[in-house]
């Protein structure tokens, strides 16, 4: 059995449970209990504070968690991040009033910076060889400069309407975060064996939704240059079409490139195309 800590309420949890649940793991959380066993997978699921996670999984209390990156580095724990999960996208930012004078960091010298993220912002410092008081505090550091309690903040910012609603500007970018998959060092054969089984639904999953399924009817004297255009996994399959001169072909797009390569599809005489997501893509 795997032990696997995920955040209890707040911003991660949701997309972590629905992670699992895309993985075909049901998880089981109706009653807010704090831990629970996955119904279909050898997963015992630990429902904890973001904070406390790396620490929980560094002493071996669980094996593996998921957990904002901002968090992993603050605590800095021997432990090991094995997947970057894409959600809970965020930075962790310098920002000063929106009139403070700032032209580089050197306008920090000497200042007072409130922030959660002491570890973070202090190695910010060091690394610039910027002398600044560091203020920490436990919230609400948006509000530290208009009470007069600092004269910046280091804090995250994902649309940056907070720091807009208390008059602070986003003056230097310190970290870009994710939620990610972390794991203790020196996990058991058995319990690495299921890791790496669920690392394998994850990509799955994650495959798929960087991909979309596009059926579409082609001439056939254009085949050949629609086949250059959608490489799909191997060779786009192509069928023939009742109509004589006509084949259906199917392929997938990867997401980045999807407008670009309808557009080519269209000077090609592509016609009826139909673009489908996808539910798992097995590599
Ligand atoms: O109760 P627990 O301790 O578990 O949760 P928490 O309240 O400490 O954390 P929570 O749920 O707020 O955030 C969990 C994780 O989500 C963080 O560690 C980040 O990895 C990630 N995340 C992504 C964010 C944000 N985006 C985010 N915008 N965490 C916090 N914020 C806050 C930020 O601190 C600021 O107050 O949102 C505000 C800014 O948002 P914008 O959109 O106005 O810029
Ligand atoms: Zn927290």
């Known amino acids: 059995m795997l032990r696997i800590a995920i955040q209890k309420s707040g911003r991660l949890y949701e997309e972590s449970v629905r992670l699992l649940k895309e993985c075909g793991i049901q998880v089981n959380n109706g009653n807010k209990q704090l831990k629970t066993v996955a119904e279909n997978f050898p997963l015992e699921i630990f429902f904890l504070r973001d904070d406390d996670i790396p620490q929980y ?115 230097e970018t310190v970290l870009h975060s994710e939620a990610v998959l972390v794991a203790g060092k020196g996990l058991s054969e058995e319990k690495n064996h299921i890791l790496q089984k669920l690392i394998r639904r994850i990509n799955a999953v994650k495959t798929a939704k960087n991909n979309k399924y596009i059926l579409l009817n082609a001439p056939n004297h254009q085949l050949k240059n629609i086949a250059a255009v959608l490489p799909g996994s191997k060779a786009p399959t192509i069928v023939p079409l009742a109509e004589e001169g006509w084949s259906s072909v199917q392929s997938v797009v990867n997401e980045n490139d999807f407008w670009e390569v309808i557009e080519k599809l269209k000077e090609l005489e592509a016609q009826g195309i139909l673009v489908v997501p996808i539910e798992k893509m097995i590599m």
Request: glycine share 8%; with cysteine.
């Open 57 to 171: 999984v560094f002493d071996a209390v669980a094996d593996v968690g998921i957990v904002g990156e901002n968090i992993l580095l603050e605590t800095n724990k021997e432990i090991e991040l094995v997947y970057r999960l894409g959600f809970g996208k965020c930075r962790l930012s310098l920002a000063v009033p929106k009139h403070m004078k700032y032209d580089s960091l050197k306008d920090l010298e000497g200042k007072k910076i409130a922030t959660t993220y002491v570890y973070l912002t202090q190695q910010f410092l060091d690394d610039n060889k910027i002398n600044a008081e560091i203020h920490s505090i436990s919230g609400s550091v948006e509000i530290a400069p208009g009470i007069g309690l600092a004269d910046a903040i280091c804090d995250l910012v994902s649309s940056g309407s907070t720091l807009f609603t208390n008059n602070l500007k986003e003056v």
